[in-house]
């Protein structure tokens, strides 16, 4: 069996798409479909069934597909083993973290890694939630930092958890704001302000829309953004307030005013990786790199 072509295959069954595993392996959607083709070849039975423009697995399919990912699993495991001998942690993990997170957990792991394993290294990816657990199950990442809060996105059998943090959800107010008052904030009273979003169908835009539909508004949305860096600009330049994790806020940095809120809500920062027996080495070595930097585990952890 072809390595590359049992990974596109996992990569099908993960993204749903030819034209998505294309983009994911850098390759053209008719290249995609002929390696697949290949493999139905190489197997002797039919993987996929095509109706129309659209395909999906067979039973058959299905199967190799997500055995394929243990294949791959213990392959990059016995690579890692016969250069490092199994002693010290070695090659590739591929570390795919949401925004907040990466400044806050991942490079600081990073940074720890890279003086004690100098034959490890950790290929950094922006992942959000929304897409980093199909992202781990498509072989794309080795280990996601992401929330277990974003319940689109159904955990299984085959992913396991290592509790990192948890994130309070803040009310962020420019600099003199009439509303940056001491204590716990009432979404209620900032109905009439200007809010600035995170883009739609992101896990963050969502919450924020339900915790102002919860406090009984809709929300006066003046700006989008995928970078919490212009949100925090937007906000400390008078033009919106917005609701932002906790480990987004660099105070620091902008001059901002948070605030807690009077209903209290957390995320829960959890890594996550394929549930392989054991991990391997150097994806052991990130995890415990990251527990280090993101501190004691949460309580019941």
């Not at 835009?205 to 929300?219: D, V, W």
């Amino acid at each position: 069996m072809n390595p590359w072509r049992l990974r596109l295959l996992s990569l099908l069954d993960a993204l749903g798409t030819v034209r998505a595993v294309a983009e994911a392996a850098g390759l053209s959607p008719s290249s995609v479909s002929q390696q697949l083709a290949v493999l139905e070849t190489e197997m002797r039975t039919q993987l996929i069934e095509r109706t129309g423009r659209r395909v999906r697995l067979t039973s058959a399919g299905l199967i190799l597909a997500r055995r394929a990912r243990d294949v791959l699993d213990h392959m990059d495991s016995v690579e890692a083993e016969l250069r490092g001998f199994g002693r010290e942690p070695a090659g590739r993990v591929r570390l795919g973290a949401f925004q907040s997170a990466v400044h806050t957990l991942a490079v600081p792991a990073v940074s720890r890694l890279a003086s004690l394993h100098p034959h490890l290294e950790v290929e950094l990816l922006e992942l959000e939630p929304h897409d980093s657990l199909p992202a781990l199950r498509g072989g794309e990442a080795d280990i996601v930092i992401t929330t277990t809060d974003f319940d689109e996105q159904p955990l299984g059998e085959d992913i396991d958890l290592l509790p990192l943090a948890t994130d309070p959800v803040l009310l962020v107010l420019p600099p003199g704001h009439p509303g940056s008052g001491r204590g716990p904030a009432d979404l209620a009273a900032y109905a009439d302000e200007p809010w600035s979003f995170d883009v739609p169908q992101s896990y963050m835009a969502g919450l924020a829309l339900r915790l102002c539909r919860q406090a009984r508004f809709e929300p006066r949305v003046v700006s989008r953004f995928a970078n919490y860096m212009l949100t925090l600009q937007h906000v400390e330049a008078g033009l919106a307030v917005a609701l932002l994790p906790g480990m987004a806020v660099d105070a620091g940095r902008y001059r901002v005013t948070t605030r807690e809120l009077a209903a209290p809500v957390t995320r829960s920062i959890t890594a996550a990786i394929r549930r392989t027996s054991p991990p391997r080495t150097a994806v052991q070595a990130v995890l415990d790199a990251l527990r280090r930097v993101s501190g004691p585990a949460p309580a019941g952890a």
